[in-house]
Each structure stands twice: as C-alpha cells, then as structure tokens.
C-alpha cells in the first residue's frame, strides 16, 4: 500500500482544494474574524460544492 505520509499529503491537498472557493471570498470580503471567516467559507463552500454536483448530476441524467 501508500506510505502514511503520502496519504497525508494527499489529504492536506484535498482539503485545501475543497475549501478554496471559501477562503478565496472570505478573502477578498476582508473577513478577519476566525468566526467570520469560518461561517462565510462554509456559507461560499456549501453553494459552490451544491452547484457542481447539481450541474455534474444534471449533464449525466438529462
């Protein structure tokens, strides 16, 4: 199998990959509240994420 350490980079990427679209806006609004910015990434994640599996769902069942 993988080494744990590969796994575990894997994982780092996948997460900051997930939570891009999120950090970016908190970003750009200027949140620097860790709270602020905590509840506008999930907010930016979950619409984001919530489109591209509508969009993916609606091109493989249309």
């Not at 350490?5 to 900051?16: F, Q, R, S």
């Not at 200027?30 to 910015?37: H, L, M, N, Y």
């Amino acid at each position: 199998m993988y080494p744990r350490y590969t796994l575990g980079a894997i994982m780092k990427l996948a997460v900051k990959i997930f939570f891009l679209p999120g950090d970016l806006i908190s970003g750009l609004v200027g949140a620097t509240k860790p709270d602020d910015r905590m509840m506008i990434r999930m907010f930016v994640d979950m619409v984001f994420w919530s489109c591209i599996v509508i969009i993916g769902a609606w091109m493989i069942f249309r």
